[in-house]
């Protein structure tokens, strides 16, 4: 029946009315907030390129974490600044990583927080990778002082699963709840389950960056992770952003795998790749909303062009609509203040 016995304006009356009728809810426990953790103490460096967002030295992240799980935050996930850089990245599964160090002080001084650890080698990697980098027959030959070109390197796949897995047991083992690989190498979700069911880690869930796209929204996390590749890109290895059915097989196969929960990265360009996922698997899925999401709003919050904590919520809820189930945002102390 239409028209003048229909009337959704009905329902849209007053805010009592409105609320009661929310298919959506934004709740602080559905959101997951990124720390990165740098060497020293008393440190809070702002990131340039994202306002409001910090790099924390342990003592300091400890201290936000306390105060954002207070605010109803379950978890939060961990990117490590390391001192040194090198080309086996070291500082992702040395014993005393920057993280490792951060997981067991936060473990030690927050009750009952999820942690989180993101694991790949780009942070740790001298050339920024997230891979072993080796230069292909073409370039042996070539002057050793030039940059390689695109087609005179790869990030070889098999080699670099060691090192992921090796960084995975390692941070298990200082503490953190969930293993979360964003590296994109084919096969590391069942390498990484493998290593930590042999270190015995068997209850210890995976998060796998399932359909991570080489996106330019991540220009802002490079800066503040220090992680932007001195060579190439990461389209050899991150997904092309036209493929939502390839998204589909990544998930596929990391679910085989043994992936305990999945996500999508980047997360308000790729709501039909959300909707997608939540339609055809039935694991917790999370969507990332990277840090050039974040920039966007913020910068243009600045110029007094939008609303910003209108804005800030209407994203946050969106992503939930479209179907994920967490949203691992720099929001999420924020949110959550004003949740609750
Ligand atoms: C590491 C990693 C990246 C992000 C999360 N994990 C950067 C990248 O792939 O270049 C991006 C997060 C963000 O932009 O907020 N590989």
Same mark, same amino acid.
């Given at each position: 029946?239409?028209?003048?016995?229909?009337?959704?304006?009905?329902?849209?009356?007053?805010?009592? !009315?409105?609320?009661?009728?929310?298919?959506?809810?934004?709740?602080?426990?559905?959101?997951?907030?990124?720390?990165? %953790? /740098?060497?020293?103490?008393?440190?809070?460096? *702002?990131?340039?390129?994202?306002?409001?967002?910090?790099? !924390?030295?342990?003592?300091?992240?400890?201290?936000?974490?306390?105060?954002?799980?207070?605010?109803?935050?379950?978890?939060? %996930?961990?990117?490590?600044?390391p001192e040194k850089k090198d080309e086996v990245a070291t500082g992702a599964w040395a014993?005393?990583?920057?993280?490792?160090?951060?997981?067991?002080?936060? @473990?030690?001084?927050?009750?009952?927080?999820?942690?989180?650890?993101?694991?790949?080698l /780009?942070?740790y990697m001298s050339h920024g990778?997230?891979?072993i980098v080796?230069?292909?027959?073409?370039?042996?030959?070539?002057?050793?002082?030039?940059?390689?070109?695109?087609?005179?390197? *790869?990030?070889?796949?098999?080699?670099?699963?060691?090192l992921?897995?090796?960084?995975?047991?390692?941070?298990?083992?200082?503490?953190?709840?969930?293993?979360?690989?964003?590296?994109?190498?084919?096969?590391?979700?069942?390498? %990484?389950?493998?290593?930590?069911? @042999?270190?015995?880690?068997?209850?210890?869930?995976? !998060?796998?960056?399932?359909?991570?796209?080489?996106?330019?929204?991540?220009?802002?996390?490079?800066?503040?992770?220090?992680?932007?590749?001195?060579?190439?890109?990461?389209?050899?290895?991150?997904?092309?952003?036209?493929?939502?059915?390839?998204?589909?097989?990544?998930?596929?196969?990391?679910?085989?795998?043994?992936?305990?929960?999945?996500?999508? @990265?980047?997360?308000?360009?790729?709501?039909?790749?959300?909707?997608?996922?939540?339609?055809?698997?039935?694991?917790?899925?999370?969507?990332?909303?990277?840090?050039?999401?974040?920039?966007?709003?913020?910068?243009?919050?600045?110029?007094?062009?939008?609303?910003?904590?209108?804005?800030?919520?209407?994203?946050?809820? /969106?992503?939930?609509?479209?179907?994920?189930?967490?949203?691992?945002?720099?929001?999420?102390?924020?949110?959550?203040?004003?949740?609750?």
């Amino acid at each position: 029946m239409a028209f003048p016995a229909n009337r959704l304006r009905r329902l849209r009356r007053t805010e009592t !009315l409105r609320t009661l009728v929310r298919e959506t809810r934004l709740t602080p426990e559905s959101l997951v907030y990124p720390l990165f %953790i /740098c060497p020293g103490s008393g440190i809070r460096k *702002e990131v340039r390129s994202m306002p409001g967002v910090f790099n !924390l030295s342990v003592d300091e992240a400890v201290k936000e974490v306390r105060e954002t799980r207070a605010l109803g935050v379950l978890s939060v %996930i961990l990117f490590g600044l390391p001192e040194k850089k090198d080309e086996v990245a070291t500082g992702a599964w040395a014993e005393d990583g920057i993280v490792q160090r951060a997981a067991r002080a936060i @473990k030690n001084e927050v009750r009952d927080v999820v942690i989180m650890g993101d694991v790949c080698l /780009c942070e740790y990697m001298s050339h920024g990778h997230c891979g072993i980098v080796k230069a292909t027959a073409q370039s042996l030959g070539a002057a050793a002082a030039a940059p390689p070109a695109t087609a005179e390197f *790869e990030i070889v796949n098999d080699a670099s699963l060691e090192l992921l897995a090796r960084t995975s047991v390692s941070l298990a083992r200082a503490g953190v709840d969930i293993i979360a690989p964003s590296d994109m190498m084919d096969g590391r979700v069942g390498a %990484i389950r493998a290593a930590l069911d @042999k270190a015995g880690f068997e209850n210890t869930p995976i !998060l796998s960056y399932a359909a991570k796209f080489s996106s330019g929204f991540y220009g802002p996390f490079r800066e503040a992770a220090d992680s932007a590749p001195q060579f190439g890109d990461r389209r050899s290895y991150q997904m092309d952003p036209a493929n939502v059915r390839e998204a589909m097989r990544e998930i596929e196969l990391d679910i085989e795998e043994g992936a305990d929960m999945i996500m999508v @990265k980047p997360a308000m360009p790729y709501l039909d790749v959300i909707a997608a996922a939540r339609d055809r698997f039935d694991l917790p899925l999370a969507a990332y909303q990277v840090s050039g999401e974040y920039a966007m709003i913020e910068a243009a919050a600045r110029n007094q062009w939008i609303d910003r904590e209108r804005v800030m919520m209407e994203s946050l809820l /969106c992503i939930r609509r479209a179907g994920a189930s967490m949203i691992l945002t720099y929001y999420a102390k924020e949110a959550a203040k004003l949740l609750g």
